[in-house]
C-alpha cells in the first residue's frame, strides 16, 4: 500500500498498530468459526470411527450433511471461491472429454453428494518445443494454452456410502474434473474401438476361410495375410491404449499425491485460514482507501464520505494499476465486518471511517483476544 502511495510516511507507525489490532481481532473472530463448523462436522467425519458415528441413524446423517454443505458455501464465499453449477459439472462429467486418446467416463448419477467450489483461472504457458514452434509457421495459428483453477474444492459421497468427504486440490485443469472423483472409468475412444473390433472381425473371418479352403483343397493365401495384418494392427492398437492407460494412471497419481492440499477436517482449518486472510485483507482495503481519502479531504476542510460502488471502482482501479490483473471487488462484508467493530460508520448514506488512532484504540479497548466473536451468518446451533 506504501508503494501504491495510499499511505504517506508519518503515519506509517500508526497505519502498522492499527493492522496488528485489526488481525488480531479477525483472527480472534474466526477462532469461533472454525470451532462452530469442526463440531458440526466431527458426527460425520469419514476419518472417525466412534461409537457416536456408527449409531447415527441415516435421517440424522443426512440432516448433519446438509448443514456441514450449507456452512461450507458459507464460509467458501467468505474465502473468494465460486461455486460451479450443477449443470456445469454435470456437462464436463456425461461429455466423456477424449484424453490423450482415451475415453474417460464419469457417471454425475451415481452421486448423491457431488459439489465443487473454485477459486482463480491460470493459464500454463507451456514450454516452446520444436512441435509447438511448427504452430507459428501457419498464419493466424497459436499454441493451445489449458486453463486451470488455481484451487479447487469438492464435496462428494456416492449412493450407497455412508461418509461424506471434503478434498481441496491446487492448479486442477478446467477439463478435468473427472480426474478427482473416485469412479472415474479409462475407456478406448471410439475410432480405436471400431478399428479393434473391425480388425478382429475381419481376422476371425480370414481365418476361418483360410481353414475351410484349406480342407477342400484351395489355395487362397489372401485371406490369411490379410487376416494376420489385421491382426496386428489390432495388437498395435490395444498396445497402444495399454500405454495411454498407464501414461494417464501416472498422471493421476501424480496429480492426487502433488496436488492434494488437504482433506476433511484438516481442510476446513484451511479453509478458515484463507478466509481469514481475505477478510482482513478485503478489510484492510477499505479502511485504507477510506482513511486516504478522508486525510486529504481533512487538509482541504471538506471532510466527505463515499459510496459503496465508488470505493470498489476505486480499489479496482488501483489493483490493476499495481497487479495488472482485473477483479471484481465486492466491499459489502468487509464493510458489515468493519462496522461491527465499530470502526466505520455512515454518515448521510456515505462510508466514514475512524481516524487510525482512535480506530486502533477502538480494536484494543472494545475487543480483546480473551473473547470469541462469531460471525451471526455462519453461528450453529448445536443442541
Known sequence: MHNGNL??????????????????????KYQGVLQDIKRLFDPINPDKDTIQTRN?????????EELVIQHLDKLLKKANFHKLSDKLVEKSLMESPIKGGLRI?????????????????????????WYNRMWEIFPKSSIPHPDYYRRLIVALRLKGETKLVLKGF?????????????DCRIKLNHLDKGIITASISIAITGVVAKTLTTLVELN?????????????????????????????????????????????????TLLVDRAEDESFKEAMLIYTFLHAKQRRETSNLELDGISNKILEQNIEKWIFSVTGTRI?????????????????????????????????DTLSKNFTPNKTFRDNSLKINIS
Do not use: C
Not at 467416463?105 to 518445443?129: C, M
Not at 495375410?225 to 489390432?234: H, W
Open 328 to 360: 471484481e471487488f465486492d466491499a459489502r462484508e468487509a464493510i458489515a465486518l468493519l462496522k461491527s467493530f465499530d470502526i466505520l460508520h455512515y454518515v448521510n448514506n456515505q462510508l466514514v471511517v475512524q481516524p487510525l488512532k482512535l480506530a486502533t
Open 56 to 64: 447415527l441413524s441415516e435421517e440424522e446423517r443426512n440432516d448433519k
Open 105 to 129: 467416463q464419469v457417471d454425475p448419477r451415481k452421486y448423491e453428494i457431488l459439489h465443487f467450489w473454485a477459486l482463480g483461472l491460470s493459464t500454463v504457458v507451456t514450454k516452446n518445443n
Open 7 to 28: 499511505l504517506q510516511a508519518d503515519v506509517h507507525g500508526e497505519f502498522v498498530e492499527f493492522s496488528l489490532a485489526l488481525d488480531n481481532v479477525i483472527v480472534t
Open 220 to 268: 487362397f493365401q489372401w485371406s490369411f495375410v490379410t487376416a494376420l495384418i489385421l491382426s496386428l494392427i489390432a495388437a498395435r492398437i490395444w498396445t497402444v491404449y495399454k500405454n495411454r492407460k498407464n501414461s494417464y494412471l501416472v498422471k493421476l497419481s501424480q496429480m492426487l499425491y502433488y496436488k492434494n492440499l488437504a482433506n476433511n477436517r484438516s481442510l476446513l
Open 170 to 182: 491446487k492448479d486442477i485443469p478446467i477439463d478435468a474434473l473427472e480426474m478427482l472423483l473416485p
